[in-house]
């Protein structure tokens, strides 16, 4: 997926090495791995060959490759070739230009700057790549994602990625309730002050980051259980599901899964008082519904 834009942020901010992982998935042991990914933003600018996605000329001489690549920015190729000394273009999409940055504006600005510096005839690309994130930025969150380490970072990005489908704004961050109780009731007690609607708690282990956020609000907490122990997220599970009696947590499946759950069943609550979100919400179910009846059909065929 060298080519696809959607992939080149996440292989910016992987530290660990691909090989391991990739054997670790064709022998089954995948579970033993976890992924270092860095947290910093990254931004993908897409350069496209005139006419595209309608017809487009190939062959074309493209400049500033050189200059435009750097220790925070990646030049991805994904419809180029090479025609003597020179890279040319010979696809629609032809190159993804990937910049990291302390802040999503700093990506933004650093991607753009290394697109400035790459030409050939008939280029274009779009100017407004990150508006959206920065508008949202710029909103008072109404989610609040916490979990008990940065390693939980990929199974809580799955619930950040449902909020940003649904457009809901959400802040991310870090809080123990037993490495740092002090930072996690400061979180829960006032997030609601701060405008947030639901919180979204992930953590491992027998940590019970859920319940010690439900003790300091009256939010609604819904709890992801992290696979991260030999016990492969049981423990969690049932650390975050059996709540006494008063004080309850609306626990979701375990790891990336509960994740995207959390992040969906949060958009719902909101949905309750936010027509947009509504929305966008049935657009999703709808869009469920449609894969379902083209893989029923798909079955059909073969059968």
Same mark, same amino acid.
């Given at each position: ?27 089954? #042991? ?59 273009? *010979? ?24 697109? *400035? ?5 008939? @280029?274009?690309?779009?100017?407004? !790549? ?27 990005? @799955? ?16 809080? #123990? ?13 006032? @997030? ?76 719902? !609550? ?34």
């Amino acid at each position: 997926r060298f080519g696809d834009p959607e992939a080149q942020p996440l292989l910016m901010r992987m530290k660990s090495d691909i090989v391991p992982i990739l054997e670790a998935t064709i022998d089954g #042991s995948l579970q033993a791995y976890r992924l270092d990914i860095d947290p910093r933003p990254t931004v993908c600018v897409v350069m496209a060959a005139g006419g595209y996605p309608g017809a487009y000329e190939k062959g074309k001489p493209i400049s500033g490759l050189e200059a435009a690549a750097g220790d925070d920015v990646v030049v991805f190729h994904a419809g180029t070739a090479a025609s003597g000394k020179e890279i040319v273009t *010979s696809g629609g999409r032809v190159l993804g230009v990937t910049a990291i940055g302390e802040s999503i504006q700093s990506a933004i600005t650093r991607a753009y700057e290394a697109v *400035s510096k790459i030409s050939w005839k008939d @280029a274009y690309y779009r100017s407004d !790549i990150g508006k959206k994130a920065l508008l949202r930025l710029e909103q008072p969150p109404k989610v609040g994602i916490v979990m008990e380490n940065d390693s939980d970072l990929p199974v809580m990005e @799955a619930a950040a990625a449902m909020l940003k489908k649904f457009d809901i704004p959400y802040e991310i961050t870090v809080a #123990s309730a037993h490495g740092s109780p002090e930072r996690a009731v400061e979180f829960a007690s006032g @997030a609601q002050a701060r405008g947030m609607k639901v919180i979204i708690a992930g953590a491992g282990h027998a940590a019970h980051l859920a319940g010690i956020l439900a003790a300091h609000t009256a939010l609604p907490i819904i709890g992801v259980p992290i696979d991260s122990t030999a016990l492969q997220g049981l423990d969690a599970l049932l650390s975050t599901a059996q709540m006494p009696p008063g004080v309850p947590v609306a626990t979701v499946s375990i790891g990336k899964p509960g994740g995207v759950n959390a992040g969906i069943l949060a958009a719902q !609550i909101i949905a309750l008082s936010d027509p947009d979100v509504a929305g966008l919400l049935a657009v999703y179910r709808a869009e469920l519904a449609k894969k379902v009846e083209q893989k029923a059909q798909k079955l059909a065929r073969v059968l």
